[in-house]
């Protein structure tokens, strides 16, 4: 397949040109919202900026995949969420749990082989096969929350929330398609707006986290 190959995967997209999906493209603005308030709220917290300045090229990567529709574009979709992931894992193994950074990244790591693994699981599943690779973070999230809900419930309430929101973005996200007839311009509007949400969210509690070990002394 070649870079510039074009991709239908969408209920509104009707032909290949640019405004073809005018609702998913427009609402990534809400993405770059979320990414501003939380680089203003993280000041003085490092991590958080940097998740930030992930969460507002997922609003670009994904703008460019819902107007160009092109493979290259494709993947400035999904490979800044592959970094938000990875980088939000390092951050809770380095600073939450407190390993050394070749541990945390070690670790980290660890999750291709995790998701490969799910995502194959529940690849042929009903349902969940359309989506099977996101689902692969909400599982993620009840694992560490039970890990971590004596040490740090509040923190864990968090995980929870999140886990809660990303479980009906992806919803939406496989529901696009499959509801096309009654609902012409799809549900993935819902995808977008909710992770907006849910990503932002996840920025939140981690930036309350290390704020509150600064203020205990952790």
């Known amino acids: ?11 509104e997209r009707l032909d290949f040109s640019f405004w073809a999906e005018p609702v998913n493209a427009l609402t990534n603005l809400a993405f770059l919202v979320a990414a501003l308030i939380m680089w203003h709220r993280s000041a003085g917290v490092p991590m958080a900026r940097a998740l930030a300045g992930v969460l507002f090229a997922i609003g670009i990567g ?6 160009l529709a092109t493979v290259w574009a494709a993947m400035a979709d999904t490979l800044p969420i592959l970094g938000f992931i990875l980088l939000y894992l390092f951050a809770v193994h380095r600073d939450v749990l407190a390993w050394p950074g070749w541990a945390a990244g070690l670790a980290t790591a660890g999750f291709l082989p995790y998701a490969a693994g799910v995502t194959v699981v529940l690849r042929d599943v009903p349902f969940f096969g359309v989506s099977s690779f996101y689902w692969t973070v909400p599982i993620l999230l009840v694992i560490y929350g039970a890990i971590l809900r004596h040490r740090f419930p509040a923190l864990v309430r968090g995980f929870a929330v999140g886990a809660a929101l990303l479980s009906l973005s992806i919803t939406a996200r496989s529901l696009d398609e499959a509801l096309c007839a009654a609902f012409p311009v799809g549900t993935h509007l819902f995808w977008h707006l909710l992770n907006a949400v849910m990503l932002g969210w996840m920025i939140e509690i981690y930036r ?4 509150e070990g600064r203020a205990a002394g952790r």
């Open 1 to 11: 397949m070649d870079l510039t190959d074009q991709i239908d995967g969408y209920c």
């Open 208 to 211: 309350r986290h290390m704020l």
């Open 62 to 67: 994904s703008f460019l995949f819902h107007t």
